[in-house]
């Protein structure tokens, strides 16, 4: 499993509530009145990455499970398949590898459920709007942070450039040493 994450806060709380699922998922209210939820999301793989010359896309597949909580028990009623496609970009942040994903489209279909036939065209702008207020801040925040580059210790990149090409990122840079001298750092190139 490449990455799993149970979302149980949004921003609106009520998404995480039977209730204000009433009129996409008219049936999952029917059959949970009022309950609580919360919704599994499941990476199976690492994204398929394209990197080709000033730009960078990827296709992610996923599994979007939504359970109701009742009590002590987590119940899984519908799991949709998502496929999103968006564009990456990488930057260089200290001395690391960091990036960032802007998603451009997201094509959904039922996997499986346990309340019947779901309307896709009604759930898919719930699901786009969760994507991109929940879903992706928190894994732009995660790349952002980015991948450390091997340098030997001491060293540090200065005016670090990046190149894609066909499908490869090339990190250009000057290396500046850092020498510790009572407390105070020295750059020198």
């Known amino acids: 499993m490449f990455m799993h994450w149970i979302v149980d806060?949004?921003?609106?709380?009520?998404?995480?509530?039977?209730?204000?699922?009433?009129?996409?998922?008219?049936?999952?209210?029917k059959k949970y009145p009022n309950d609580d939820m919360n919704?599994?999301?499941?990476?199976s793989d690492p994204p398929d990455v394209q990197?080709?010359?000033?730009?960078?896309?990827?296709?992610?597949?996923?599994?979007?499970?939504?359970?109701?909580v009742e009590g002590v028990d987590t119940i899984p009623v519908?799991?949709?398949?998502?496929?999103i496609s968006g564009m990456g970009s990488v930057q260089i942040t200290g001395n690391n590898l960091a990036g960032n994903f802007k998603m451009d489209d997201l094509n959904m279909s039922l996997k499986w459920s346990?309340?019947?036939?779901l309307h896709m065209f009604l759930i898919q702008p719930v699901m786009w709007t969760l994507i991109e207020t929940v879903i992706l801040p928190y894994i732009n925040a995660r790349i952002g942070i980015g991948l450390p580059?091997?340098?030997i210790d001491g060293f540090m990149l200065r005016n670090a450039e990046i190149i894609t090409s066909y499908s490869r990122i090339t990190v250009c840079s000057d290396v500046a040493y850092q020498e510790s001298f009572d407390g105070a750092r020295i750059y020198t190139s």
């Not at 921003?11 to 999952?28: D, H, Y």
């Open 9 to 29: 806060k949004l921003p609106e709380q009520s998404l995480l509530n039977t209730a204000g699922w009433r009129f996409i998922i008219p049936q999952l209210y």
């Open 39 to 43: 919704l599994n999301l499941s990476l």
């Open 51 to 68: 990197i080709s010359q000033q730009k960078i896309d990827a296709i992610v597949y996923a599994d979007f499970i939504l359970n109701v």
């Open 78 to 83: 519908a799991c949709i398949s998502l496929k």
């Open 114 to 117: 346990k309340i019947g036939t």
């Open 149 to 151: 580059l091997p340098l």
